[in-house]
């Protein structure tokens, strides 16, 4: 013990002094994270992006190896040969972009302090050296991802590499708390919990609304684990640069390229900037627009997006590291906690649609422990002035979203057994209770692990005639077992949880790839036809084997690429502060602007006010409108407005279409209707609102496309083979949509048909947050007016619902001129 002290005294002494000089010192936080570390704990430390969570967690791990070792010799210590190591750490991070920068970060202090470890990272863009280190178990510190982690457990042999393991590290939880791939690594910690009982395990997490929660689904477990927060959270600068004129009656997204030369003289200031975009559409029309009046070094100006190739996206990275870049246009692929210490600052276009995101990219700025993040907030239309207000008011607050985790994710399970099958086997009372002991699979019924274990071997009632199906066998032992070469390969090729639907590569007909594209979008180009990628303007050549082959376009402009998910919704917690703020306007600079918006809002209708619903009842030489205004955030609305077009056809013998946004709803009719207040609040009652949200949406087709993704993770589509061409969205669609329609014919209580309108209830529809907001409305007064005119809330729903009869230039046209009229009459 005295020997192991002296250790530990050296080391943090030595620690110490290697903080020193770089200008640091030791956090407090930290102190407490490499004491509980010695003393066998495990727990979750939540600290901002940029204060030294890298080293908080890396101490431990070195100090205690550091007390193992004998005194050190008088000659520094030579590396050692990789054929030595043994697996100590694995540190699984969400990015392949973040596995290479934390085997940077984890460098510096291993290399600082003379020990002699080996680092490797094993992700899809790993060196052979370090696939070779990670499956053989010779690296001290293993950096991987979710998906390698699964596919690591696949093998037999792998429980044998990580006997020495001592401690597991999750980087970025809250990042995997809400989402498939959490699911499976709750099951892979699972699996390593059972070989290692006494093994730590430590999240590092972001500030969430619900971090007790977090804390529990990441050690389910371990009781009173410890929840470690800095003490002193970092600064955030917020500014919002603020319109010349501000606009009366807005619409969704025109407004920002406006700003583009305050946006120019911002990035003048400041040495290196990331501008942030929420779509990749965006991002390339922002990346466009920047070139154009760009006078510096064409170079450091880059683009950055998750559609583009791997190559792309280092080569910009390893730019801003440099220090070569000045200005990067990106969207949430560089979210995550990637050290870039020399950006100085940090520009968010268009609303966040959340605290989280808000803090999460403001982290990006200064990255360097003991600084404040700065932020400048560019606005695309002038109601999102009360969204930053909204956010700077509830961050004042310390009020952040929380992220749901999943549960019983069957598609997920199915596919952890068929790799456990591989890895040598597995009881199934011996798994089902360590599945068991996860906080997604806890209240896993006998019954769905007993269709789970059929659906593995023979793909369930209706497909066990059909060996493809048939991936798993039980041996006389009662053991579930892979044993055909062609599953075992099929298998590990699919290992994971990330699906991306009818992704075409765009390749230079002379050069490398460029990225991937949606099917959809190129389907309808022609060859010779332009569009704008990857910062080029490309002119198309051929579609071939799911490629697409370009050369760079000598002139004209092209069209961007639409990605699917392209609009981001606010989060219900934001859009109840923004009806906060505009029923109480605080004293800000963007409510100030917002004023001549405000006061003719509240001249032609009403403003939101607090315990009231507002609604307005109007004609237009389109028809008939309901504009109704819960501010609960775009997919809650979706659900309610198809509900209240369903309850009102019921009523009345008329065709009704709907719009929405993050603020409302509209409900719209050719035919001349009465509405009042009775009638509408009938309307929004709470009974029967599942039964009618079923009849409401077309729950089957819903359910259909659900299906396809949920397919891909259980293994019922087999995934491209290497060297045979890619499978088109078409071909994928025709595959799940048949298995999809066998299984609702003669197997329609099948567990991944269940999941899939499960899915869809929960995660799209948000069943759980739809029921609450009509709760909350049918307790609030409801205030129905009868304004003249559409007013500057109901303007932009008015024009959603435009979008889809015109084409995308003639609806800008349109709805411009009617803004201009509104402008004018109310002048």
């Not at 499976?184 to 619900?210: H, K």
Request: net charge positive; charged share 20%.
């Amino acid at each position: 013990m005295a020997g192991r002290a002296a250790g530990v005294k050296r080391f943090e002494q030595a620690l110490t002094e290697w903080f020193a000089l770089r200008g640091w010192k030791p956090a407090p936080f930290q102190r407490e994270v490499w004491r509980r570390y010695r003393d066998g704990q495990s727990g979750l430390l939540v600290t901002p992006t940029g204060s030294g969570k890298t080293l908080a967690m890396i101490g431990g791990p070195l100090l205690q190896a550091l007390a193992e070792l004998p005194p050190p010799p008088t000659k520094p210590a030579k590396r050692r040969n990789p054929g030595t190591a043994r697996a100590r750490v694995l540190w699984i991070t969400p990015l392949r972009a973040l596995a290479s920068d934390t085997v940077r970060a984890l460098h510096e202090p291993i290399d600082g302090l003379g020990l002699p470890w080996t680092v490797a990272m094993r992700t899809g863009d790993a060196s052979a050296r370090d696939k070779r280190l990670a499956r053989q178990g010779k690296a001290d510190v293993l950096v991987i991802t979710p998906e390698s982690l699964a596919l690591l457990l696949s093998y037999p042999d792998t429980q044998a590499q990580l006997a020495s393991l001592q401690a597991i590290v999750v980087d970025e939880w809250h990042a995997l708390l809400d989402n498939k791939r959490g699911v499976l690594l709750q099951l892979c910690l699972a699996r390593l919990r059972g070989w290692l009982p006494a093994v730590r395990i430590w999240g590092l997490s972001a500030t969430l609304g619900n971090l007790e929660q977090a804390r529990q689904v990441l050690l389910p477990h371990l009781a009173d684990t410890a929840l470690i927060r800095a003490a002193t959270p970092r600064g955030l600068h917020m500014k919002t640069l603020l319109p010349q004129q501000g606009e009366r009656f807005p619409w969704a997204g025109h407004l920002g390229l406006s700003q583009m030369q305050a946006v120019v003289e911002q990035i003048a200031q400041a040495r290196t900037t990331l501008l942030f975009t929420n779509t990749r559409a965006q991002a390339e029309l922002w990346y466009e627009a920047l070139q154009a009046v760009w006078l510096e070094n064409a170079e450091a100006l880059a683009l950055h997006h998750g559609s583009l190739d791997p190559t792309l996206r280092r080569l910009v990275e390893q730019g801003l590291r440099e220090d070569r870049i000045r200005c990067v246009v990106a969207t949430s692929s560089l979210d995550l906690g990637v050290d870039f210490p020399t950006v100085d600052q940090v520009i968010q276009l268009g609303s966040p649609k959340g605290m989280a995101r808000l803090l999460q990219r403001a982290g990006r700025a200064r990255h360097r422990p003991g600084q404040a993040g700065d932020i400048i907030c560019v606005p695309t239309h002038a109601l999102e002035l009360a969204e930053y207000a909204a956010a700077r008011q509830a961050l004042r607050a310390g009020e952040v979203e929380s992220r749901q985790p999943l549960t019983l994710s069957l598609d997920v399970l199915a596919q952890h057994c068929v790799t456990l099958a591989l890895a040598g086997g597995f009881d199934a009372d011996q798994l089902l209770a360590q599945v068991r002991t996860t906080h997604a699979y806890a209240d896993l019924s006998a019954e769905d692990w007993t269709q789970v274990l059929q659906f593995i071997t023979q793909g369930g009632n209706a497909l066990q005639h059909y060996p493809e199906f048939c991936r798993v066998s039980r041996d006389e032992e009662g053991v579930y077992k892979v044993t055909e070469r062609r599953v075992a390969f099929r298998h590990r090729l699919s290992i994971g949880t990330i699906t991306s639907d009818g992704a075409l590569l765009v390749r230079m007909a002379r050069g490398g790839a460029l990225g991937s594209v949606e099917e959809s979008f190129l389907s309808r180009l022609r060859p010779g036809d332009v569009f704008q990628f990857a910062g080029r303007t490309l002119r198309l050549l051929r579609l071939q084997d799911m490629t697409a082959y370009v050369r760079p376009a000598k002139q004209g402009s092209g069209v961007v690429p639409r990605w699917q998910g392209g609009r981001m919704p606010m989060s219900t917690d934001l859009a109840a502060h923004v009806a906060q703020v505009l029923a109480d306007p605080p004293a800000t600079p963007e409510l100030r602007a917002l004023r001549p918006l405000l006061a003719l809002q509240s001249k032609l209708s009403a403003l939101p006010a607090q315990g009231q619903l507002l609604a307005e009842w109007l004609k237009t030489r389109d028809g008939w409108h309901l504009f109704l205004y819960p501010f609960a955030g775009r997919a809650v609305h979706e659900g309610l407005a198809a509900v209240l077009s369903l309850r009102w056809s019921q009523r009345v013998a008329s065709t009704f279409g709907f719009s929405v946004n993050d603020y409302g709803l509209a409900i719209s009719t050719t035919s001349a209707l009465e509405l009042d207040e009775q009638t509408l609040a009938a309307m929004l009652s709470p009974e029967a609102l599942l039964r009618d949200l079923r009849a409401a949406v077309n729950m089957s087709e819903l359910a259909r496309r659900q299906f396809r993704e949920i397919a891909r993770v259980a293994g019922l589509l087999p995934p491209s083979l290497p060297g045979r061409a890619l499978r088109s969205l078409r071909q994928l669609q025709a595959s799940s949509s048949l298995l999809y329609d066998v299984l609702r014919q003669y197997d329609p209580g099948h567990i991944l048909l269940r999941q899939a309108e499960r899915e869809v209830l929960e995660q799209r529809l948000d069943v759980a947050t739809l029921q609450r907001v009509v709760h909350e409305c049918a307790g609030r007064q409801l205030l129905l007016t009868r304004p003249r005119t559409l007013t500057p809330l109901s303007f932009p729903l008015w024009a959603e619902s435009r979008r889809g009869s015109l084409s995308s230039e003639d609806w800008k046209q349109r709805v411009q001129r009617a803004a201009q009229r509104l402008e004018q009459r109310h002048g």
